[in-house]
């Protein structure tokens, strides 16, 4: 793996880095140590290893240790954000029993030259099957459905499509709306 200063995109839990991976570039997440423990990362690498469609970023191969920092590599999508809907995405995930818990317009992508939209940072995601949660409820409450705000329901298949809803609102209005105005106390 080569060395790159690019960094893609930074959060709560790492960083993003372009990459080369394997002789092609990739985009390389990198998360300290302390901040992810082994059960997590392992299902993190499930849900992707599980989640496989078209318009969902792949993982290349299997997490790393290195300076006391898991690399994670991922498929390197060249292109932009979009804020825009992924039905068939949604629909293939949802079949798996998969929650992202995380949709927001920064965690979609679209690939210069193909338009492949492109759902990305499965991180959060979440196996949910009968009620049966595989992690915990997490994720950005801006795109959080009033009764996950309101404490009065668990993240589901329903939240993902609450946070999708939201961006095409936000995309017709083209502004961002603010959570509390659409959640009363």
């Not at 390197?76 to 995405?89: A, P, R």
């Not at 993240?155 to 009363?184: F, N």
Request: proline share 5%; net charge positive.
């Amino acid at each position: 793996m080569e060395y790159s200063t690019k960094t893609l995109a930074a959060g709560c839990f790492g960083k993003i880095y372009r990459e080369k991976y394997n002789d092609t570039w990739a985009a390389i997440k990198k998360v300290p140590q302390h901040l992810i423990n082994r059960t997590d990362l392992e299902r993190e690498c499930q849900v992707y290893n599980k989640a496989i469609h078209p318009n969902i970023v792949k993982l290349l191969g299997n997490p790393t240790l290195k300076d006391s920092k898991w690399i994670i590599p991922m498929e390197f999508i060249f292109g932009e954000e979009l804020e825009t809907t992924i039905f068939k995405s949604q629909k293939s995930k949802y079949s798996k029993d998969i929650v992202h818990q995380d949709l927001k317009p920064d965690n979609i992508m679209v690939e210069h030259g193909t338009h492949r939209a492109v759902i990305i940072d499965m991180g959060l995601a979440k196996f949910f099957r009968n009620g049966l949660n595989s992690a915990m409820d997490m994720g950005n409450e801006a795109y959080s459905p009033p009764e996950v705000l309101q404490r009065r329901g668990q993240r589901d298949q329903r939240s993902d499509v609450w946070a999708m809803g939201k961006i095409i609102a936000e995309l017709y209005a083209r502004v961002r709306l603010h959570t509390p105005s659409v959640c009363p106390n």
